[in-house]
């Protein structure tokens, strides 16, 4: 059974914390490369955060210093925890699982990504 739930968004003022949650089956899970990835209405898909099956990260220059993408490999799940969060961070946010390279390019998304596992999405909205 392959599913990836996603669980945590919601709707925050500028500067407020969320933390997204992830529930992998047992099959999402075996896939080396695990993210955070979101669209915003009108923008292309981009990476936030990745984490391998090691535990190496990767984040968006975006992301650096204000998220924090973490594991849990008994729970077989993935968290993103989003503090001082900007209005520009709204978004739909969705957990990736995928084989390739398991990083955040400065544009675009890597090979693998587009033909990986994609959760449903959870809404993140930031009010200023």
């Known amino acids: 059974h392959e599913e990836l739930v996603e669980s945590g968004g919601g709707s925050v003022q500028a500067g407020g914390s969320l933390r997204l949650s992830c529930e992998a089956s047992e099959y999402m899970y075996t896939m080396y490369c695990r993210g955070w990835f979101r669209q915003a209405p009108g923008k292309e898909r981009e990476g936030v955060a990745v984490i391998d099956r090691d535990g190496m990260t990767s984040y968006a220059d975006s992301a650096m210093g204000r998220f924090t993408i973490s594991q849990d490999n008994a729970k077989k799940s993935l968290y993103l925890q989003m503090n001082d969060l900007k209005p520009d961070d709204t978004a739909m946010y969705y957990c990736?699982?995928?084989?390739?390279?398991?990083?955040?390019?400065?544009?675009?998304?890597?090979?693998?990504?587009?033909?990986?596992?994609w959760g449903q999405g959870t809404q993140v909205t930031v009010m200023s």
């Open positions: 990736v699982a995928y084989r390739g390279w398991c990083t955040v390019p400065k544009e675009g998304l890597v090979p693998g990504v587009d033909s990986g596992y």
